[in-house]
């Protein structure tokens, strides 16, 4: 896995505003920024944000700019695999989480008139599939 700072801030459409030395210089996203505070540092591949008392790797770029905690793996996963930012052999995310059950979001429970059929419907949150149950 070889991820950029600067490749994910531009991924996620913030416009550089200037270099100060080695840092490009970003308003932060995340807080109400005149000045540009988010400043990455291309050599070090690091970048931080004073305010908001953030810095880190490009992964915990990543889940700042979602807005996410950098544990939620899932999350950052998919958005840097949609931006083409890591591959499919690059990482996999299933591997960290086989030992995490799916949380249940949502449960409902309906029988038609006849009480005939019951069905279930479970929905997954992590796994994104809806699990139907007939008996
Ligand atoms: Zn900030």
């Known amino acids: 896995m070889n ?12 416009t550089s505003k200037g270099k ?8 932060c996203p995340v807080h109400d920024d005149h000045s540009p505070s988010l400043s990455i540092n291309a050599s070090k591949n690091v970048w931080m944000c004073g305010p908001c008392r953030e810095d880190g790797n490009p992964w915990k770029l990543a889940a700042f700019l979602l ?13 840097l695999k949609e931006n083409n930012l890591i591959s499919d052999n690059g990482f996999k995310p299933q591997q960290a989480e086989s030992t ?8 409902y429970e309906y029988r038609d008139g ?3 059929f019951v069905w279930r ?3 997954l949150r992590q796994n994104l599939f809806a ?5």
């Open 131 to 135: 699990l139907c149950h007939r008996r």
């Open 20 to 27: 100060k030395g080695e840092e490009v210089l970003f308003l």
């Open 114 to 116: 006849w009480r005939l």
């Open 3 to 14: 991820l950029n700072c600067l490749e994910i801030a531009y991924k996620f459409g913030l």
């Open 100 to 107: 995490t059950p799916p949380t249940v979001v949502e449960k």
């Open 67 to 79: 807005g996410v905690s950098p544990e939620d793996k899932k999350t950052i996963a998919s958005w």
């Open 121 to 123: 419907k479970t929905l």
